[in-house]
């Protein structure tokens, strides 16, 4: 675009007011009608920067200098910050971080879900803002410049990997895994090397997938226990259950329970975590989530069931939540690591009033980045608590 046409010009530098914070990290300002979305400011600063991106409706621009800081701005402790492409918010207080990660969803749920009215709980603060991750995936690129292994993180341009000798997220084991890593690197640039601390009395593949945050955790499953004991059912299904973690921490609050999981090896080592604990009231069937719905919610008819869904990042596609929708479990809790795609599914099972929804409340699974736990409860058959425009 030309400086006719939006009045900015890639390279061009410009003084901007940071209104906002968007979801994924981009502090948002305007220069006259044109939205400008800037990485690693605060709402409430004014900043230069550069632009380096100009589109029909919006610009981007990398951060120069803070003409006037936030009151919330802190030093980050990671030298990496900034090029890494991990973490978003370490220049930003935790406290503050709380905050507008719950705006973050708020503004979500609003606009992508259409949901108004719907109370969402403070987000539970992580005891560990740092050092708490327990498992991370570094990747390796062959430099051909300086002829050698890059072995770290992709960087914020999502192109080239950013070498670090230590990832301050990290539980420390992992930090010195770490270095055993670079003492010994991969043979070539393009593979990945996953690095992980296997959780204390639970039987977890390599590749299959656990909470990445132990200090956390035990708040998020009070959390989901407290909506099962709430709705007071009898029956779970554990969507997408993986190593059996929720279904068998909330097997003594049911009558019976059934895990489902597209990945076999996840479900041998649910049915050992099950075995290595006793519980006899459920079983673990390997196969897809999206398959499976339909049978198992068919399965106790009149019996009220909590119907439990953890999916990947992408959430659940539609064809499944119109399973549920049709099949009308007494409850869902819906667990997600991305509000933008929760808020989508939740306007589609909430549509029509075929759910309300109760309750949600987020958790700070992933300090000092832009993503953010949330736990949803919907009911069938009840009053809306938020509505779909």
Not at 53 to 60: D, L, Q, T, Y
Not at 320 to 330: D, E, F, G, V, Y
């Amino acid at each position: 675009m030309t400086v006719e046409t939006t009045g900015l010009s890639i390279g061009q530098r410009v003084t901007v007011t940071i209104h906002d914070l968007a979801f994924g990290g981009e502090g948002v300002g305007r220069v006259d009608e044109l939205v400008v979305f800037v990485p690693f400011v605060i709402p409430g600063e004014v900043v230069e920067v550069e632009v380096t991106e100009v589109k029909k409706k919006f610009a981007r621009a990398r951060l120069v200098r803070v003409v006037q800081a936030s009151p919330e701005r802190v030093a980050p402790p990671c030298r990496y910050f900034g090029q890494c492409g991990g973490c978003q918010y370490q220049h930003i207080g935790y406290a503050a971080q709380l905050r507008l990660k719950h705006k973050q969803i708020s503004d979500l749920f609003q606009r992508i879900g259409g949901l108004s009215g719907v109370v969402i709980d403070p987000v539970v603060p992580c005891p560990e803002p740092y050092g708490y991750r327990n498992r991370i995936m570094v990747r390796t690129q062959w430099n051909k410049q300086q002829r050698r292994i890059e072995l770290g993180f992709l960087g914020i341009d999502n192109e080239f990997v950013v070498d670090i000798t230590e990832c301050l997220l990290a539980e420390s084991v992992l930090n010195e895994d770490l270095q055993k890593v670079r003492a010994n690197p991969p043979p070539r640039g393009g593979l990945k090397v996953t690095l992980r601390v296997t959780p204390e009395g639970w039987v977890v593949p390599r590749d299959s997938f656990f909470q990445n945050n132990f200090f956390l955790l035990p708040k998020l499953v009070e959390t989901v226990r407290e909506r099962l004991q709430d709705a007071g059912t009898r029956h779970l299904i554990d969507a997408y259950c993986g190593v059996g973690f929720f279904a068998l921490e909330l097997a003594d609050l049911v009558e019976s329970f059934v895990g489902v999981e597209y990945d076999g090896l996840a479900i041998k080592a649910a049915k050992a975590n099950m075995a290595q604990r006793g519980v006899t009231n459920g079983q673990f069937v390997s196969g897809p989530a999206e398959d499976y719905l339909g049978g198992l919610l068919a399965r106790h008819p009149g019996v009220p069931t909590t119907l439990v869904i953890d999916p990947p990042r992408t959430g659940v596609p539609p064809d499944a939540l119109q399973r549920i929708r049709r099949a009308r479990p007494h409850q869902v809790i819906y667990v997600s690591c991305h509000p933008a795609t929760l808020a989508r599914d939740l306007q589609m099972l909430c549509a029509d009033g075929a759910y309300t929804l109760a309750k949600v409340t987020p958790h700070d699974m992933f300090p000092q980045t832009q993503h953010v736990e949330c736990v949803a409860d919907l009911r069938a058959g009840q009053e809306a608590v938020g509505r779909v425009n």
